[in-house]
């Protein structure tokens, strides 16, 4: 194995670390430097900024998010199994049927305690 | 006995088979006494004295079957007792004229002891108690005559040594008697510890402690050896027989309750040493200086406890020393071996009779007086108490050696002995027992005039001093008779013969030619002690006590400063000894150990602080520790 | 079509009865899912105990059938080489199981604490409205259960694991449960959650740490079978630094499992956070599991390395040994003075291992089983000693406890007994074999740095003892709740092992040595 195909997207990493360097610290220093008022608003429309977060996200927010990483991640496995499903034959259908099962023994379990009540 | 000859013992058969039962009866009469408790209380004295008569009975027929015997000495292997490679000890019982004439002692005087302790303990709330340990003590010291080994022996040995420990401090609540038997106890660790070391000795020369392989097997030993097991031995027998430079507990043991004095600490108990060195006649025997030793331990103890006795004005303590003494004679006689280790175990016998008489006496006077044991409280008694009178008086001829009492029969030939051995020792020891003959007629005298004759001296509170019941007076009779009749019938009847089989002669060493002539000087010295006596103390004595005048009495009045000697030969460099240990081991070894607990407390507390409960800081360790693992594998391949 | 997807795909063969046990346990573990979904309240604890006991006996059962009929003699792989069903795997299951059944006794306990450790939603404030709500309605926690089936079907996966993936996904698998686990405890909430929040975040630290050796080995030798790493060992060209440093962070994931030093930070809080149970399952079982995968990856992947790497784990070794005796004298909560001596515990094993031969191995397999039992029995009397705050684990509330409660501290002794190596007890014969097989191994030092440390830990042992026995107890003393059926049972279990390893260990050494060979 060889390193040599690497070398350009080290490269490239490199290069693009370096630009964002660069940007970030030359724009201060060589940018004019004039505040006032209206420059520290919010300009003319928009969110007034505050030091606090306005409120707390419902943990619901979370819980769904989780359901969703799972079953995202059960289509992630359908797909190649779907596209050689030819090759795997009974054998792939049933371990497969298998996976689905014990992902919806995970849902009913969410469905059952009210993991999917809004309220 | 010569010393090709084998030492070798049947086994027994027929009756003696059950000779063990002589050990075991008392034994189990003890048990039960101590463990059933209170609920023995009413039972437990008859008990107690059944149990020690029932084992008098069977020793008669031990004895008079063993009589019947040719080969007159059996073993009996009753068990393996402990097996460590190639270390092995049975239990085992020799039975042989020696044991069988100590188990009639034993049996025979306990037994009467016991019948008069009966009475004399009546009054105490812990008399089942009592027989008990008297029980017990009785089982020990029948283990110790019977064992066929050094080492039960041994155990015997340590068994009476607790009944004596337990006996002696039995009135618990009063500080002298705790103090006396824990000054018991320790003086016999010094010589148990000797007798240990001289079993390690047989042990690590010949690979066993049984009496016939170590006889057999000594004649092969360098004399250095011999010697050495000797003098150990020697050294366990003073510690028992309370002999000089042991003998400072023995007077002390008078704290215990008078049967106790009888039984245990003059008739029986402390003839063990004497018991001990007949037993190992072979290795004395082969060491001639180990023997002279023995006569010289013997002459000096004998005057020692003569002098110290005449400075006394406790009836039990003179008595006390008087053993003592006695026991010197016995040691002396042993010493000199050949025909007169008998005369020692003849003098042992008669010895055992006449001081368990005394003894008994002097507890029926103080039961009489009220518990009073000062020489100078008592006076005219011979009219209150006649039969006291009589049974002590008898005792105090049998022991000054009036013919024909048994003291005249066991300690003038000692004395004729001492004298044959010849050169400047048989000088020097002979008249060392002549003068202590003297001395024990001049003590005795004094002690005897002083209790029953002269004025009354008694303290106020008494008013009529009264004879004792007849359970003590009974025993007092019968140890009279022996004291009377012992000496004669057991030289008459062949007892020297008897006991040929254990110690192979029965020559005595002797001027035959001057026989007569020794007779008339030791009657003489005695009937000088009698008079100077009688003269000083016919008319009584002063109530307090008087100014010593001379070094000599003050000496005497100081135990011949026994206690100061161990004080200052054992009990100063023992403490010293003691503190500097502690110190060593308080600022060496605990400074050791507690500097490295502090060291690791230390530590650990240090490192505490790394455990902050912070996540960050964790998953810093972690990291810290995984680099320095990653470099070090790194290292390890690189370097 | 793409050329990729036209590779031919060999289909592994899968031998089911080899992995029943745990194919036993992660259905039973769902199936417990499905009845938290489906039954009432009131039927899900008494199903839970019984799917839990029923999945472990049987797959114990099964195990002892594997390892009877010759799969411990004659060792397979299967499932495409993923798993190796070999003697050693079949008694780190069977280890893993036993210990197990005795930690679910301990878990299902109700008697003591009104509704069990375990609260039903540990995120109400304890003493509120909602949580007094919560008691009447929901008295306790059931997922517990299925949660402990699949951490033990987990354990048991590893233990067997073939390949580092599927070893890895095993880890996650044992990891997750046990997070969720610590976070349960209905007393001491908070405390509770910051150990579980810990134990989340350094265990997934430290799956960093496997991940990125697994990526290593895989471009050392271009696989993650352990056979493929042992040949590529031998015979790559490939500069071997990469294995090394595989292999390093390897082995800080799993010693961090194992509570090795300097990866054992997380292990007093999290011990003293979780529920005692909860502890004591993962004082025994996760420790079992955690040195199967040890013992696994040491001999099959890197036998032949091992003069190279040897010192390094051995130096690990000697500081847990050291670290945590040391740190364990000045402890002042009995949970964590118990979390400190499975440290240097660990340290104990860590040296059995290191004899890198035949009797290594055995002599791990037999202590690991003697620690898990005496360690169960031990936090099992921990959840005894109690006050109105819950448990009472300040040591100085121990004090005169011998007088208070006679027969819990009579056991307790023992246990520390037995913790300190005193004969007579399992604790000293399994500490003989360890140190006896080290030796055998040539690692005197190790040994010697092991037996000082014993000395060591000794101390906080009896001080316990002392504390116990000599001191007057406090007025307000804690009392010992009598212990409901299931923890007497879990108690006389492991105190019961803890002497009959003691005089009688070959009935279980013998065992240990004919399953001490791996399949490779």
Same mark, same amino acid.
């Given at each position: 194995?060889?390193?040599?195909?690497?070398?350009?997207?080290?490269?490239?990493l490199?290069?693009?670390a370096?630009?964002?360097?660069?940007?970030?610290?030359?724009?201060?220093?060589?940018?004019?430097?004039?505040?006032?008022?209206?420059?520290?608003?919010?300009?003319?429309?928009?969110?007034?900024?505050?030091?606090?977060?306005?409120?707390?996200?419902?943990?619901?927010?979370?819980?769904?998010?989780?359901?969703?990483?799972?079953?995202?991640?059960?289509?992630?496995?359908?797909?190649?199994?779907?596209?050689?499903?030819?090759m795997?034959?009974?054998?792939?259908?049933v371990?497969?049927?298998?996976?689905?099962?014990?992902?919806?023994?995970?849902?009913?379990?969410?469905?059952?305690?009210?993991?999917?009540?809004w309220? | 006995?010569?010393?090709?000859?084998?030492?070798?013992?049947?086994?027994?058969?027929?009756?003696?088979?059950?000779?063990?039962?002589l050990i075991?009866?008392?034994?189990?009469?003890?048990?039960?006494?101590l463990?059933?408790?209170?609920?023995a209380?009413?039972?437990?004295?008859i008990?107690?004295?059944?149990?020690?008569?029932a084992?008098?009975?069977?020793?008669?027929?031990?004895?008079?079957?063993?009589?019947?015997?040719?080969?007159?000495? !059996?073993?009996?292997?009753?068990?393996?007792?402990?097996?460590?490679?190639?270390?092995k000890?049975?239990?085992?019982?020799?039975?042989?004229?020696l044991?069988?004439?100590?188990?009639?002692?034993?049996?025979g005087?306990?037994?009467?002891?016991?019948?008069?302790?009966?009475?004399?303990?009546?009054?105490?709330p812990?008399?089942?108690?009592?027989?008990?340990?008297?029980?017990?003590f009785?089982?020990?010291?029948?283990?110790?005559?019977?064992?066929n080994?050094?080492?039960?022996?041994f155990?015997?040995?340590?068994?009476?040594?607790?009944?004596?420990?337990?006996?002696?401090?039995?009135?618990?609540?009063r500080?002298?008697?705790?103090?006396?038997?824990?000054?018991?106890?320790?003086?016999?660790?010094?010589? *148990?510890?000797?007798?240990?070391?001289?079993?390690f000795l047989?042990?690590?020369?010949?690979?066993?402690?049984?009496?016939?392989?170590?006889?057999?097997?000594?004649?092969? /030993?360098?004399?250095?050896?011999?010697?050495?097991?000797?003098?150990?031995l020697?050294?366990?027998?003073c510690?028992?027989?309370?002999?000089?430079?042991?003998?400072?507990?023995?007077?002390?043991?008078?704290?215990?309750?008078?049967?106790?004095s009888?039984?245990?600490h003059a008739?029986?108990?402390?003839?063990?040493?004497?018991?001990?060195?007949?037993?190992?006649?072979?290795?004395?025997?082969?060491t001639?200086?180990?023997?002279?030793?023995?006569?010289?331990?013997?002459?000096?103890?004998?005057?020692?406890?003569?002098?110290?006795?005449?400075?006394?004005?406790?009836?039990?303590?003179?008595?006390?020393?008087?053993?003592?003494?006695?026991?010197?004679?016995?040691?002396?006689?042993?010493?000199?071996?050949?025909?007169?280790?008998?005369?020692?175990?003849?003098?042992?016998?008669a010895?055992?009779?006449?001081?368990?008489?005394?003894?008994?006496?002097?507890?029926?006077?103080?039961h009489?007086?009220?518990?009073?044991?000062?020489?100078?409280?008592?006076?005219?008694?011979?009219?209150?108490?006649?039969?006291?009178?009589?049974?002590?008086?008898?005792g105090?001829?049998?022991?000054?050696?009036?013919?024909?009492?048994?003291?005249?029969?066991?300690?003038?030939?000692?004395?004729?002995?001492?004298?044959?051995?010849?050169?400047?020792q048989?000088?020097?020891?002979?008249?060392a027992?002549?003068?202590?003959?003297?001395?024990?007629?001049?003590?005795?005298?004094?002690?005897?005039?002083?209790?029953?004759?002269?004025?009354?001296?008694?303290?106020?509170d008494?008013?009529?001093?009264?004879?004792?019941?007849?359970?003590?007076?009974?025993?007092?009779?019968?140890?009279?008779?022996?004291?009377v009749?012992?000496?004669?019938?057991?030289?008459?009847?062949?007892?020297?013969?008897?006991?040929?089989?254990?110690?192979?002669?029965?020559?005595?060493?002797?001027?035959?030619?001057?026989?007569?002539?020794?007779?008339?000087?030791?009657?003489?010295?005695?009937?000088?002690?009698v008079?100077?006596?009688?003269?000083?103390?016919?008319?009584?004595?002063?109530l307090?006590?008087?100014?010593?005048?001379?070094?000599?009495?003050?000496?005497?009045?100081?135990?011949l400063?026994?206690?100061?000697?161990?004080?200052?030969?054992?009990?100063?460099p023992?403490?010293l000894?003691?503190?500097?240990?502690?110190?060593?081991?308080?600022?060496?070894?605990?400074?050791?150990?507690?500097?490295?607990?502090?060291?690791v407390?230390?530590?650990?507390?240090?490192?505490?602080?790394?455990?902050?409960?912070?996540?960050?800081?964790?998953?810093?360790?972690?990291?810290?520790?995984?680099?320095?693992?990653?470099?070090? $594998?790194?290292?390890?391949?690189?370097? | 079509?793409?050329?990729?997807?036209?590779a031919?795909?060999?289909?592994?063969?899968?031998?089911?009865?080899?992995?029943?046990?745990?194919?036993?346990?992660?259905?039973?573990?769902?199936v417990?899912?499905?009845?938290?979904?489906?039954?009432?309240?009131?039927?899900?604890?008494?199903v839970?105990?019984l799917?839990?006991?029923?999945?472990?006996?049987?797959?114990?059962?099964?195990?002892?059938?594997?390892?009877?009929?010759n799969?411990?003699?004659?060792p397979?792989?299967?499932?495409?080489?993923?798993?190796?069903v070999?003697?050693?795997?079949?008694?780190?299951?069977?280890?893993?199981?036993?210990?197990?059944?005795?930690?679910?006794?301990?878990?299902?306990?109700?008697?003591?604490?009104?509704?069990?450790?375990?609260?039903?939603?540990a995120?109400?404030?304890?003493?509120?409205?909602?949580d007094?709500?919560?008691?009447?309605?929901?008295?306790?926690?059931?997922?517990?259960?299925?949660?402990?089936?699949?951490?033990?079907?987990?354990?048991?996966?590893f233990?067997?694991?073939? *390949?580092?993936?599927?070893?890895?996904?095993?880890?996650?698998?044992?990891?997750?449960?046990?997070?969720?686990?610590?976070?349960?405890?209905r007393?001491r909430?908070?405390?509770?959650?910051?150990?579980?929040?810990?134990?989340?975040?350094?265990?997934?630290?430290?799956?960093?740490?496997?991940?990125?050796?697994?990526?290593?080995?895989?471009g050392?030798?271009?696989?993650?079978?352990?056979?493929?790493?042992?040949?590529?060992?031998?015979?790559?060209?490939?500069?071997?630094?990469?294995?090394?440093?595989?292999?390093?962070? $390897?082995?800080?994931?799993?010693l961090?499992?194992?509570?090795?030093?300097?990866?054992?930070?997380?292990?007093?809080?999290?011990?003293?956070?979780?529920?005692?149970?909860?502890?004591?399952?993962m004082?025994?079982?996760?420790?079992?599991?955690?040195?199967?995968?040890?013992?696994r990856?040491?001999?099959?992947?890197?036998?032949?390395?091992?003069w190279?790497?040897?010192?390094?784990?051995?130096?690990?070794?000697?500081?847990?040994?050291?670290?945590g005796?040391?740190?364990?004298?000045?402890?002042?909560?009995i949970?964590?003075?118990?979390?400190?001596?499975?440290?240097?515990?660990?340290?104990?094993?860590?040296?059995?291992?290191?004899?890198?031969?035949?009797?290594?191995?055995?002599?791990?397999?037999?202590?690991?089983?003697?620690?898990?039992?005496?360690?169960?029995?031990?936090?099992?009397? !921990?959840?005894?000693?109690?006050?109105?705050?819950?448990?009472?684990?300040h040591?100085?509330?121990?004090?005169?406890?011998?007088?208070?409660?006679?027969?819990?501290?009579?056991?307790?002794?023992?246990?520390?007994?037995?913790?300190?190596?005193?004969p007579?007890?399992?604790?000293?014969?399994?500490?003989?074999?360890?140190?006896?097989?080290?030796?055998?191994?040539?690692?005197?030092?190790?040994?010697?740095?092991?037996?000082?440390?014993?000395?060591?830990?000794a101390?906080p042992? /009896?001080?316990?003892?002392?504390?116990?026995?000599?001191?007057?107890?406090?007025?307000?003393a804690?009392t010992?709740?009598?212990?409901?059926?299931?923890t007497?049972?879990?108690?006389?279990?492991?105190a019961?092992?803890? /002497?009959?390893?003691g005089?009688?260990?070959?009935?279980?050494?013998?065992?240990?040595?004919?399953?001490?060979?791996?399949?490779g």
């Amino acid at each position: 194995m060889s390193i040599a195909p690497y070398v350009p997207i080290a490269g490239l990493l490199v290069l693009g670390a370096l630009f964002a360097l660069f940007s970030c610290t030359i724009a201060p220093l060589v940018g004019p430097k004039r505040f006032n008022k209206a420059k520290l608003e919010a300009y003319e429309c928009g969110i007034e900024p505050a030091p606090v977060p306005a409120g707390r996200f419902p943990i619901r927010f979370y819980l769904t998010a989780m359901l969703f990483i799972v079953f995202d991640i059960e289509i992630i496995f359908l797909y190649p199994w779907a596209v050689s499903f030819d090759m795997l034959g009974t054998f792939g259908f049933v371990e497969m049927l298998l996976f689905i099962v014990t992902v919806f023994i995970a849902y009913a379990y969410v469905w059952r305690r009210g993991g999917l009540d809004w309220d | 006995m010569t010393l090709a000859e084998q030492v070798q013992y049947q086994s027994a058969t027929g009756a003696l088979s059950s000779v063990w039962l002589l050990i075991a009866i008392p034994l189990a009469s003890a048990a039960v006494l101590l463990l059933l408790g209170r609920k023995a209380d009413r039972w437990g004295h008859i008990l107690g004295c059944a149990s020690i008569g029932a084992s008098f009975v069977l020793g008669l027929w031990y004895f008079f079957t063993l009589r019947g015997l040719g080969h007159k000495a !059996v073993s009996l292997d009753l068990f393996n007792f402990i097996q460590v490679g190639r270390f092995k000890v049975d239990w085992g019982i020799l039975y042989d004229p020696l044991s069988a004439t100590f188990v009639l002692l034993i049996t025979g005087v306990g037994f009467l002891i016991h019948v008069y302790a009966v009475g004399y303990m009546k009054e105490d709330p812990g008399r089942r108690r009592f027989f008990g340990y008297f029980n017990l003590f009785a089982s020990a010291m029948l283990l110790l005559v019977l064992g066929n080994s050094f080492l039960m022996t041994f155990i015997g040995w340590e068994g009476v040594g607790l009944a004596s420990y337990l006996l002696i401090s039995w009135y618990q609540d009063r500080p002298a008697a705790a103090t006396a038997g824990k000054k018991a106890f320790l003086m016999n660790r010094v010589g *148990d510890a000797a007798f240990l070391v001289a079993m390690f000795l047989m042990f690590a020369n010949l690979g066993s402690t049984d009496f016939a392989t170590v006889f057999n097997g000594v004649g092969a /030993l360098p004399h250095g050896v011999t010697l050495a097991m000797a003098l150990l031995l020697l050294a366990g027998a003073c510690g028992k027989s309370g002999q000089f430079p042991l003998q400072a507990w023995l007077p002390d043991a008078m704290e215990g309750p008078t049967p106790v004095s009888a039984l245990i600490h003059a008739a029986t108990m402390v003839t063990a040493g004497v018991y001990l060195i007949a037993r190992s006649n072979p290795i004395f025997d082969a060491t001639s200086l180990g023997q002279t030793i023995v006569v010289a331990v013997g002459a000096f103890t004998l005057l020692l406890g003569c002098v110290i006795g005449c400075a006394k004005d406790d009836i039990k303590r003179v008595l006390a020393y008087s053993t003592v003494s006695q026991i010197g004679y016995m040691f002396l006689a042993v010493g000199l071996g050949g025909g007169a280790y008998a005369l020692g175990i003849l003098h042992l016998l008669a010895h055992g009779f006449f001081k368990a008489g005394l003894f008994l006496g002097a507890g029926s006077v103080m039961h009489g007086m009220k518990d009073q044991t000062d020489l100078r409280r008592f006076g005219g008694l011979w009219r209150y108490m006649p039969v006291t009178w009589a049974t002590v008086g008898l005792g105090y001829l049998a022991i000054i050696g009036i013919p024909p009492l048994s003291g005249f029969f066991s300690k003038d030939p000692i004395i004729d002995a001492a004298f044959a051995r010849g050169g400047w020792q048989g000088w020097v020891f002979g008249l060392a027992a002549l003068l202590g003959a003297g001395l024990t007629a001049f003590y005795m005298t004094r002690l005897f005039v002083l209790t029953f004759h002269g004025k009354k001296r008694w303290t106020d509170d008494i008013e009529h001093p009264h004879e004792s019941p007849g359970v003590m007076k009974l025993p007092m009779i019968l140890l009279a008779v022996g004291s009377v009749a012992a000496g004669g019938l057991l030289v008459y009847g062949g007892f020297t013969t008897w006991l040929e089989p254990v110690f192979g002669t029965t020559e005595v060493p002797g001027h035959e030619p001057n026989r007569a002539m020794m007779i008339g000087i030791s009657l003489a010295v005695v009937l000088v002690g009698v008079a100077i006596a009688w003269l000083l103390f016919r008319r009584g004595t002063a109530l307090v006590e008087q100014p010593a005048r001379s070094p000599i009495v003050r000496a005497a009045r100081e135990n011949l400063y026994g206690d100061v000697f161990n004080e200052t030969v054992f009990e100063l460099p023992g403490k010293l000894l003691t503190r500097a240990a502690v110190f060593f081991d308080g600022k060496g070894i605990d400074g050791i150990v507690t500097g490295l607990a502090a060291i690791v407390g230390g530590s650990s507390s240090r490192l505490r602080r790394l455990q902050t409960g912070f996540v960050r800081s964790y998953a810093l360790t972690i990291l810290g520790g995984a680099l320095v693992v990653v470099a070090a $594998l790194m290292a390890v391949k690189l370097g | 079509m793409n050329p990729v997807l036209a590779a031919d795909i060999t289909l592994p063969h899968i031998n089911y009865g080899a992995i029943a046990p745990i194919l036993i346990l992660l259905g039973m573990a769902c199936v417990g899912v499905l009845a938290e979904a489906f039954l009432p309240r009131t039927l899900r604890y008494p199903v839970q105990v019984l799917v839990s006991l029923v999945a472990q006996v049987a797959g114990l059962a099964t195990i002892i059938g594997l390892a009877l009929s010759n799969y411990a003699k004659k060792p397979t792989l299967t499932a495409g080489d993923a798993l190796a069903v070999d003697g050693p795997g079949l008694f780190l299951q069977g280890a893993v199981l036993v210990l197990g059944i005795v930690a679910t006794l301990l878990i299902a306990e109700r008697s003591v604490e009104r509704g069990g450790a375990f609260v039903a939603q540990a995120a109400v404030t304890a003493g509120s409205e909602a949580d007094a709500e919560q008691a009447r309605r929901q008295p306790s926690q059931t997922e517990i259960f299925p949660l402990s089936l699949f951490a033990l079907g987990g354990m048991m996966l590893f233990v067997s694991a073939n *390949d580092l993936l599927t070893m890895f996904v095993a880890l996650e698998v044992f990891s997750l449960p046990l997070y969720l686990m610590c976070a349960l405890a209905r007393r001491r909430r908070l405390l509770s959650q910051e150990a579980a929040v810990k134990y989340f975040l350094l265990g997934a630290f430290s799956s960093a740490f496997f991940v990125y050796g697994i990526a290593m080995l895989y471009g050392f030798a271009g696989s993650v079978k352990f056979h493929d790493i042992a040949v590529a060992a031998i015979s790559s060209g490939k500069s071997d630094l990469l294995m090394f440093i595989g292999l390093a962070m $390897l082995a800080i994931g799993l010693l961090f499992k194992a509570a090795a030093v300097p990866f054992h930070v997380w292990t007093p809080d999290v011990y003293q956070g979780a529920p005692t149970p909860v502890t004591a399952l993962m004082a025994s079982c996760t420790k079992v599991a955690a040195f199967g995968g040890i013992l696994r990856i040491f001999y099959v992947a890197f036998l032949d390395s091992r003069w190279d790497w040897r010192p390094v784990i051995g130096v690990i070794a000697v500081l847990t040994m050291v670290i945590g005796a040391i740190l364990a004298v000045t402890q002042t909560d009995i949970k964590r003075l118990l979390a400190y001596s499975s440290i240097a515990n660990a340290g104990y094993v860590l040296t059995g291992v290191l004899a890198m031969q035949k009797d290594g191995i055995s002599s791990s397999l037999f202590y690991l089983v003697t620690y898990g039992f005496t360690v169960l029995a031990a936090f099992g009397l !921990v959840t005894l000693v109690r006050d109105q705050d819950g448990e009472a684990t300040h040591l100085s509330r121990w004090a005169g406890l011998g007088r208070k409660a006679p027969v819990l501290a009579g056991v307790f002794t023992f246990l520390m007994l037995s913790f300190a190596g005193i004969p007579l007890t399992s604790g000293f014969t399994g500490k003989f074999a360890v140190f006896s097989a080290a030796l055998g191994g040539g690692q005197t030092t190790l040994v010697i740095f092991g037996v000082l440390s014993s000395v060591l830990l000794a101390f906080p042992y /009896l001080r316990v003892v002392v504390l116990m026995y000599l001191q007057e107890p406090a007025a307000d003393a804690p009392t010992v709740a009598v212990p409901g059926a299931l923890t007497s049972a879990a108690l006389a279990i492991g105190a019961i092992v803890t /002497l009959l390893l003691g005089v009688w260990p070959s009935v279980l050494l013998d065992v240990a040595n004919s399953a001490a060979q791996f399949v490779g």
